[in-house]
């Protein structure tokens, strides 16, 4: 059973669109939401992370939205470039269990120029 | 810069050998993890380790162990590869998860073939 569920599996994305990649969770104690991109070749790394205290974080192009009583979370990418191009995973976990990361399965996304 | 290395990049091994993933981290992190990766899976846990010689089992253990000596090390054994663990291993390190620093770092991945 997987805990955190990514949509859509893939997005196509002209340049200077916006792109939007959603996940949803069930366990009401995971309490960091973190998103990872990976290019092809490279381990993931982290891109941006919110806690369940606030609605909306925003890291230049990139901002994520929070619904905790929807237990919905989304990344948002504003002027997609083709540079963005990656896998992005979501992930959640609790923070005082090991930290441990249970992610997504995954959003391959291809910004077209 | 912190850094998290596995030891080989590609690794192409036969039916029933026993193989070995090592992964070495240098930001004295106390939590480290082995994942699977595949496509429309995502990355999931096999095992991970708080501390040095403790684990515990993740999500998809069967067919692995680990072993932790060192706090910097941390090794993924395939006892008997067979053909359905043909994949990219990912190791990643991270802090307890308190102070506010909680992010994980991953190392480039190991792609094993087993034929």
């Known amino acids: 059973q997987q805990q955190v569920k990514q949509s859509p599996q893939s997005l196509i994305v002209q340049k200077g669109g916006i792109s939007i990649i959603n996940c949803a969770y069930e366990n009401t104690a995971f309490d960091y939401f973190p998103w990872y991109q990976q290019f092809p070749g490279k381990g993931p790394a982290l891109l941006i992370a919110i806690r369940p205290d606030v609605s909306e974080k925003k890291e230049g192009r990139f901002t994520i939205s929070f619904n905790k009583s929807a237990k919905q979370f989304s990344l948002h990418i504003m002027d997609s470039q083709p540079g963005d191009s990656a896998t992005y995973f979501c992930a959640a976990s609790i923070l005082y269990n090991f930290n441990k990361f249970y992610f997504g399965s995954g959003t391959k996304l291809n910004v077209k120029p | 810069d912190v850094k998290v290395t596995q030891s080989s990049r590609y690794l192409v091994k036969r039916t029933g050998e026993k193989v070995f993933l090592e992964c070495v981290q240098d930001m004295d992190h106390e939590n480290m993890f082995w994942y699977r990766q595949d496509p429309g899976l995502g990355l999931r846990l096999i095992y991970f380790?708080?501390?040095?010689?403790?684990?515990e089992k993740g999500d998809i253990p069967e067919g692995y162990s680990v072993s932790r000596e060192k706090k910097e090390r941390f090794s993924l054994i395939l006892e008997s590869a067979s053909t359905n663990q043909t994949s990219m291993y990912l190791c990643?390190?991270?802090?307890?998860?308190?102070?506010?620093?909680?992010?994980?770092?991953f190392g480039q991945g190991t792609r094993l073939t087993v034929v």
């Open positions: 990643a390190s991270s802090l307890y998860g308190g102070g506010g620093r909680t992010e994980a770092f």
């Open positions: 380790s708080y501390d040095v010689k403790m684990k």
